[in-house]
Structures are given as C-alpha cells and as structure tokens.
C-alpha cells in the first residue's frame, strides 16, 4: 500500500478535462512539493509537473498541478489520445526519510 | 544536452551478483544527486535510494537498506547499483534519474534513464 494515495484508474474523453487526485500527510504533501510524473506504456517516467503547479519546458499548458494541505491534483485539459498513460504523484516524506510514490493512476481516453 | 545512460538487460539466477550502471552526461555529474527506483512487472514506482557522486554520501529507503548498495564513480561520471545475491523477486526494471534541488522542501527527479531490466530466473 502506497504512502501517497491515488485513484488506480481515470477514463475521459477527447477534449474533456480529467482530474487525478493525491492524498497524503503532514509528514509529505503537507511539508515538500509535489512532483507529477508521466509514463507511457513501455517507457522510462517523465517529469511533467514540479513544485506543486511547474511545467518543465515542452509541457503542454493543458497540464497544471496544484496542491492544497495535504493533497495534490494533476488536472489534463483538452484530453488527447496521446494522454493515455499512467501518471504518479510524488513527494519526500520526513518521516520515512525518503522519497514516497502514489500507486498511480491509469488514464484510458475512450 | 543531458541524458542518463544505463546498461543493457541483465539475466541472472538466484544467488548470483550484479552491478548495473547509470553514466550521466551533458552537465555537472558530481553537483547533483542521482536516485534509482524501482518498477516490478505491472506495478508502481519504488524509490530505493540516492547518492551525491560529489562526496558519495548515499541515503536508502528503508525497504532497500542492506538489500542492494548504491555507488558512484565520479572519474567515469557513472552511478552502480548493485547485488551481492540475487532473489527471483528482484526481477524488475530499475531507473536511475538525476535529482535537482531547488529549495530544502522542494526537489524533483528531472532526467530518467532509459532502464536496466533485470530479470532473476533459475
């Protein structure tokens, strides 16, 4: 069971906005920034959000993050096909003294 | 321009050792950290450690320490991870990524390599 908790999966459709949600505690979310990553099937994991609501250069605009206590949300606007992917939250957590990942979410664009 | 270049797909059985490598280039490879995570077949991202090439100093997740030992060898810009003995649950993909830091409360994995499948079979 993951520190950082997310919704396994998250289904949209072309053009719609999907939201991706991220639970975790004082000891992580609610003292580090979180961090967004993206995989697609059969790559390595991409940054796609830092500090709570960055993009990294050649991140689309139709992705954001943000961060509320001890919660974090990826939001994907405009969904396209190319968004099917699975996506982990992540952040440090003081009291494991180290890096914590949510379970990640499968994003299927019917 | 940066990348992280690991070593090729590994098989090995149980019992055996095994150190598979990261070569950073493109930037400053002993001014930044270096972690390695884990992914077992169709599961999530586990993060097992990190090393500053700079001084070695290396930090372990709980589940990972004494299990594997991270190192680096900053003549060669390289990080290792490495196996004294190997266990069919070992079996996984494991990514090294570059860490940037930019504040005590705020640091991210920026550039991933391209991962090492390690396969453990008898």
């Known amino acids: 069971q993951s520190v950082l908790t997310q919704p396994p999966s998250a289904s949209g459709t072309p053009g719609q906005r999907v939201t991706i949600s991220c639970s975790g505690s004082s000891s992580n979310i609610g003292r580090h920034t979180v961090n967004w990553y993206q995989q697609l099937p059969g790559t390595a994991p991409k940054l796609l959000i830092y500090?709570?609501?960055q993009r990294p250069s050649g991140v689309p605009d139709r992705f954001s993050g943000s961060r509320s206590g001890t919660s974090a949300s990826l939001a994907i606007s405009g969904l396209q096909s190319e968004d099917e992917a699975d996506y982990y939250c992540?952040?440090?957590?003081?009291?494991?003294?180290?890096?914590?990942f949510g379970g990640g979410t499968k994003l299927t664009v019917l | 321009e940066v990348q992280m270049v690991q070593s090729g797909a590994e098989v090995k059985k149980p019992g055996e050792s095994l150190k598979i490598s990261c070569k950073g280039s493109?930037?400053?490879?002993?001014?930044?950290?270096i972690g390695w995570v884990r992914q077992m077949p169709g599961k999530g991202l586990e993060w097992m450690g990190i090393?500053?090439?700079?001084?070695?100093?290396?930090r372990y997740s709980p589940s990972f320490q004494g299990q594997v030992t991270i190192s680096a060898d900053k003549s060669i810009s390289t990080a290792f991870l490495q196996w004294s003995s190997l266990k069919a649950s070992d079996t996984a993909m494991y990514y090294c990524?570059?860490?940037?830091?930019?504040?005590?409360?705020?640091?991210?994995?920026?550039?991933w390599g391209q991962g090492t499948l390690v396969t453990v079979s008898s």
């Open positions: 990524a570059r860490r940037v830091v930019v504040t005590s409360t705020a640091y991210f994995f920026d550039y």
């Open positions: 493109g930037y400053s490879f002993t001014s930044y950290w």
């Open positions: 090393i500053y090439p700079g001084d070695s100093d290396t």
């Open positions: 992540a952040a440090w957590d003081d009291s494991l003294n180290g890096l914590v």
């Open positions: 500090s709570n609501n």
